[in-house]
């Protein structure tokens, strides 16, 4: 789930455009991409969801993802506390309200796609969400970067539960109504620091999404507190397994969404 210097130059083209009197600061945000995360995932299937959460309605209807970035926008499977019995649609990258039509929407920078744990509520953009909009969303596992000599990445780790387990990533959502009246909720992936085992992984960043365990879920979406929320922003403590896979974050025009992409390598 990382971002590299041919992602941004792809999708964020102006971002190499800039004034010299500019530079200096957009160097810095682009080196500060390069170490993010969770901007790479897989996810089930409706019928899968629908198998493994029997006591949910799931409203999700798509076929499982293997890999996908968040770049795209995807619609991923999420519970949001407005409804926390349902399975449903959403769109990955948070959308703040004022954003007004889906260009604008696309040309969000990436870091709507994650929101760092330790600043949620100090951030304009975030701390609404934060207090009043959480969810939760479904995942088969994850992609990691991984540098080799400790200073640049230059492979990936797919990440997962043992006996490859659905689980839950804490994510805040964003209501939105683009120009043409559609409305649909928008999300960020939550990061905290690093465990142990990731902090080996993703060594650069030393980041990881905020995993909320099966028994945290409701203690999530129903939290009424700033503290009860940053309580539960922590590292994961649990067991997780991760092999080297293909590149996914440097693949260019290349189909990554099929079974063989998770295959150790």
């Given amino acids: ?123 304009s953009s975030y701390k609404k969400a934060a207090a009043e909009y959480r969810g939760l969303l479904y995942v088969n596992g994850f992609y990691e970067p991984h540098a080799t000599d400790g200073k640049k990445n230059d492979e990936n780790r797919f990440i997962y539960f043992p006996e490859k387990d659905i689980f839950t990533l804490g994510v805040i959502y964003s209501p939105w109504k683009n120009e043409m009246g559609e409305r649909y909720n928008t999300f960020a992936v939550i990061t905290t620091d690093a465990n142990p085992m990731m902090s080996e992984i993703h060594n650069l960043g030393k980041r990881m999404p905020l995993i909320i365990p099966a028994d945290k879920r409701q203690e999530w979406l129903l939290a009424n507190s700033q503290e009860e929320v940053q309580s539960l922003i922590v590292p994961y403590s649990g067991e997780l397994q991760a092999h080297r896979t293909y590149r996914v974050t440097s693949a260019r025009g290349a189909d990554t969404n099929k079974p063989e992409i998770q295959n150790p390598v």
């Fill in 1 to 123: 789930m990382s971002i590299g210097i041919g992602d941004l130059s792809i999708v964020y083209p102006s971002l190499f455009r800039s004034r010299k009197t500019e530079c200096v600061n957009r160097t810095n945000f682009i080196l500060r991409c390069l170490n993010v995360m969770c901007y790479h995932t897989a996810v089930p299937s409706g019928k899968q969801l629908s198998k493994y959460f029997k006591e949910m309605t799931v409203l999700y209807n798509q076929p499982e993802i293997f890999h996908v970035a968040g770049f795209s926008r995807p619609t991923l499977p999420v519970t949001l506390n407005n409804d926390i019995d349902s399975i449903v649609p959403a769109r990955w990258k948070f959308v703040p309200f004022y954003t007004k039509s889906e260009q604008d929407a696309d040309k969000l920078s990436p870091w709507y796609l994650n929101a760092r744990g330790e600043e949620i509520f100090e951030k």
